[in-house]
């Protein structure tokens, strides 16, 4: 809660409205929809007397998203709905943009509102190129029900402003847009929600679940990022930090380059269900050949991009928002360190690591490959093209994988456990025994002693699973071990099936 909260304006500062009783601000509640409330109990006849009586300019109040001349508010209202930057911060549009403006900008941005009419603040947040410049007026028609309901009017909500709400989260139910007239990038008039047909409205179409999953998922990540954290934005850091996590998930090549089409292709198919919504054309966009926003904002393009597309993306890549927080920060702590090249190598760095594991580790250009990830078709490509001589196959005799490859063959494993677990070709284990022949054989007889056990071992709990089932269903358990046993172990099987067994 902020400042005093109601009052009979008394003319002890010599203030506009000595007899009037300003209405109480509501948490939450645009400055707008204040301004609002006040236009309605003031009985003016025109929008831009009572801008001017509150902002000492006829627009700046009816700039709904940033306003202008907060300063003179401010004076005028004797702080009633808190300081100045209260307002910017929990009343305007402007804290959901700020993480993604430099500090530059920012005070600039606050000389206009604070100082100006507020008329280039969209300009200098770069807005009016992105085709989101102005923001409609949104409510939940739920919200509104519950407000008419104890009071004879509804008002607006910051949060339902920002320009990633498209769902109530008390109700989640699609926000409703109103239609309202604008004169000058400014509204032309006090505007409420209301549910009668004053105002011409449509609703998001947002139909599915899954959409207003997906959007109130987002939102949350709005609530984190845009208001929580005073971490700044910067294009060039969000992209390394995008990079890093598509490596995480498959869609970097060892080069650093992204996998657009593999990345893409997924976005798309988790993002379907928001398509029915006009807002979200330009994520269809994305199966064009320059892949849409996914191209610019994770392809080294220049430009400032608007924060609902960063945010779809990063909600898409990371699970939570910490996580980001915290790639983001060791991708701006890489930069401070080591500059643009640092995080240059940092993604190209698989390759550069295969260098070093084949040119001076002596591994062969397989085990490199399966130690980083990549397939030794890659790989090879790219020694051949650093004319980098590699050994294909590793190297086993001599080596500690020889030792264990021994010592597995004197415990009897067999071949898939052995190839499994050494990683090595199963022709090279038959050419190894070839060699050793009393290895080899003692091998055999121990394999043929555990399999022979486990064989035993299956069948006995075969037969005491089913205990009455004749002979020839019990055969067409799987793993039921007769087979082999009759082929193998014929005497102890008898043993165990003397009274089927001669029947
Ligand atoms: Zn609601």
Redesign the pocket.
């Known amino acids: 809660m902020m400042g005093k909260k109601t009052g009979e304006y008394d003319a002890k500062t010599g203030s506009l409205f000595p007899s009037l009783r300003l209405p109480e601000a509501n948490d939450g509640e645009l400055l707008y929809s204040w301004c609002a409330r006040f236009h309605r109990l003031s009985g003016n006849q025109s929008a831009r007397e009572t801008s001017r009586q509150l902002f000492g300019n006829s627009t700046a109040g009816l700039r709904h998203d940033f306003y202008g001349c907060l300063d003179e508010f401010q004076r005028k209202t004797d702080s009633l709905l808190g300081s100045a930057e209260e307002i910017i911060h929990q009343r305007s549009l402007a804290s959901f943009y700020f993480p993604f403006i430099s500090h530059e900008a920012e005070r600039k941005f606050r000389r206009i509102v604070l100082q100006g009419t507020g008329a280039s603040a969209r300009h200098l947040l770069k807005l009016s190129r992105s085709g989101l410049s102005a923001p409609p007026l949104k409510?939940?028609?739920?919200?509104?029900h519950?407000d008419l309901k104890e009071h004879p009017i509804s008002w607006w909500r910051t949060r339902?402003q920002w320009p990633t709400s498209f769902v109530?989260?008390?109700?989640h139910?699609p926000?409703m847009v109103c239609e309202t007239e604008t004169r000058r990038s400014a509204l032309a008039d006090w505007y409420l929600p209301d549910l009668d047909s004053k105002l011409s409205r449509k609703n998001y179409r947002i139909g599915q679940n899954k959409a207003i999953e997906l959007l109130l998922r987002l939102e949350q990540w709005v609530v984190t990022l845009a208001t929580t954290s005073s971490t700044r934005y910067e294009s060039n850091l969000l992209r390394h930090t995008y990079l890093l996590q598509a490596r995480k998930l498959g869609w970097l090549s060892p080069d650093g380059s992204v996998r657009l089409m593999k990345l893409r292709d997924a976005f798309f198919e988790q993002h379907a269900p928001l398509l029915s919504e006009p807002t979200f054309s330009f994520i269809h966009d994305t199966l064009e050949n320059h892949f849409g926003f996914l191209g610019l904002l994770l392809r080294q393009y220049p430009g400032q991009r608007h924060p609902l597309r960063h945010f779809l993306l990063m909600a898409f890549l990371f699970s939570e928002p910490s996580d980001f927080l915290r790639s983001y920060r060791e991708v701006i702590h890489q930069m401070d360190a080591g500059g643009q090249d640092a995080l240059n190598n940092q993604l190209g760095e698989t390759y550069s690591h295969l260098r070093t594991l084949v040119k001076n580790a002596g591994y062969s250009v397989t085990s490199a490959a399966k130690i980083l990830d990549i397939s030794v078709k890659q790989a090879t490509r790219h020694l051949e093209s650093q004319k980098i001589e590699f050994k294909r196959r590793p190297r086993i005799v001599g080596t500690y994988t020889e030792k264990q490859l021994i010592e597995m063959l004197k415990r009897g494993e067999s071949r898939r456990q052995i190839i499994q677990t050494l990683g090595i070709r199963a022709s090279f284990i038959k050419d190894y025994l070839a060699k050793e022949p009393e290895l080899k054989k003692s091998w055999e007889d121990i394999h043929f002693l555990r399999k022979r056990d486990e064989f035993r071992d299956q069948f006995l709990k075969t037969l005491a699973a089913f205990p009455t089932m004749p002979i020839r269903q019990l055969k067409r358990i799987p793993g039921n071990g007769f087979q082999w046993l009759y082929n193998n172990d014929r005497n102890w099987l008898k043993l165990h099936l003397p009274a089927i067994w001669n029947k």
């Open positions: 409510s939940c028609p739920d919200c509104i519950e339902q109530c989260h008390i109700h139910c926000l």
